[in-house]
T-cell receptor, first 115, second 114 residues
Framework: AQKVTQAQTEISVVEKEDVTLDCVYETRDTTYYLFWYKQPPSGELVFLIRRNSFDEQNEISGRYSWNFQKSTSSFNFTITASQVVDSAVYFCALSLYNQGGKLIFGQGTELSVKP | DTAVSQTPKYLVTQMGNDKSIKCEQNLGHDTMYWYKQDSKKFLKIMFSYNNKELIINETVPNRFSPKSPDKAHLNLHINSLELGDSAVYFC?????????????FGPGTRLTVL
């Protein structure tokens, strides 16, 4: 069975700190896709990144970076120099090839960035 | 222009009533979805449709009936509402359903059953 675990339920940091959100996934499939979404207090779900299982290159986008390691089945998300606007719930999700597009979400990590 | 829109944003109703939530996407996508987010923020897929055809029905009670009149619309009708149906319902769309395609979500509909 497929599963996504975000063990950190809540994280609180002070502005300008770096913070890493952990994501561990389980699947026996060799072709799969990993996603991160952000849910700010306003409630919408905002797409951040997609990574496929054949691409283990890390990615950086501004203050955001992602570390994908198949050896540990992890897809961690780091925010550098956090800002108050980063306060949100962050979801990691997994989808498999040819499974109707179903996204399997982790439980989410609520990040609170204090000024 | 809103890519994925849902109406209404809030829905408050009594137990036993029937209600509908509408979803429209203007992205030209072929696949649409309904997800439910419970009070603990856990997100779970309910249905997916591809070109108006039901692809996923994730063991949802048959009081929930999705309807897709065309590939840009996917509505959700709920009969005989129960307290446990209270949640936020998200519509989403993607180009295809192979798993590789990014899903874009609507703003959500917060349903409260009293």
């Amino acid at each position: 069975a497929q599963k996504v675990t975000q063990a950190q339920t809540e994280i609180s940091v002070v502005e300008k700190e770096d913070v890493t959100l952990d994501c561990v996934y389980e699947t026996r499939d060799t072709t799969y896709y990993l996603f991160w979404y952000k849910q700010p207090p306003s409630g919408e779900l905002v797409f951040l990144i997609r990574r496929n299982s054949f691409d283990e290159q890390n990615e950086i986008s501004g203050r955001y970076s992602w570390n994908f390691q198949k050896s540990t089945s992890s897809f961690n998300f780091t925010i550098t120099a956090s800002q108050v606007v980063d306060s949100a719930v962050y979801f990691c999700a997994l989808s498999l090839y040819n499974q109707g597009g179903k996204l399997i979400f982790g439980q989410g990590t609520e990040l609170s960035v204090k000024p | 222009d809103t890519a994925v829109s849902q109406t209404p944003k809030y829905l408050v109703t009594q137990m036993g009533n029937d209600k509908s939530i509408k979803c429209e996407q203007n992205l030209g996508h072929d696949t649409m979805y309904w997800y439910k987010q419970d009070s603990k923020k856990f997100l779970k897929i309910m249905f997916s449709y591809n070109n108006k055809e039901l692809i996923i029905n994730e063991t949802v009670p048959n009081r929930f009936s999705p309807k897709s009149p065309d590939k840009a619309h996917l509505n959700l009708h709920i009969n005989s509402l129960e307290l446990g149906d209270s949640a936020v319902y998200f519509c989403a769309s993607s180009q295809g359903l192979q798993g590789t395609d990014t899903q874009y979500f609507g703003p959500g509909t917060r349903l409260t059953v009293l």
